[in-house]
């Protein structure tokens, strides 16, 4: 579906409609094998740092990471090394 010509376009190239894909949240567990500036993979998880969040924690640990997910992309939420 198209919106007609005269009518103005977000900066993706769609209608000036909101935004309402639903949006889900999670948690995932498991060792942080790598981490990035802008992501880190905790199990086999991907998941993208919001701006100004960073991972702090040492490759390895094991981590409990809340996050939302929108069009298949997971940001994350909040990060908490777990203990034993």
């Known amino acids: 579906m198209h919106a007609p010509e005269n009518e103005p376009r977000g900066r993706e190239g769609q209608t000036g409609l909101p935004n ?3 949006q889900t949240q ?3 567990l498991g060792p942080l ?3 990035l500036l802008d992501s ?3 199990g086999d998880v ?3 740092l919001a701006e100004g969040t960073t ?3 040492p490759i390895g640990v094991m981590l409990r990471v809340t996050y ?3 069009e298949g992309i997971k940001e994350v939420r909040r990060i908490v090394r ?3």
């Open 20 to 22: 309402r894909s639903p």
């Open 26 to 28: 999670g948690i995932t």
């Open 33 to 35: 094998p790598a981490h």
């Open 40 to 42: 880190i993979r905790v």
């Open 46 to 48: 991907v998941l993208f």
């Open 55 to 57: 991972c702090n924690h």
């Open 68 to 70: 939302a997910e929108r």
């Open 82 to 84: 777990m203990g034993w």
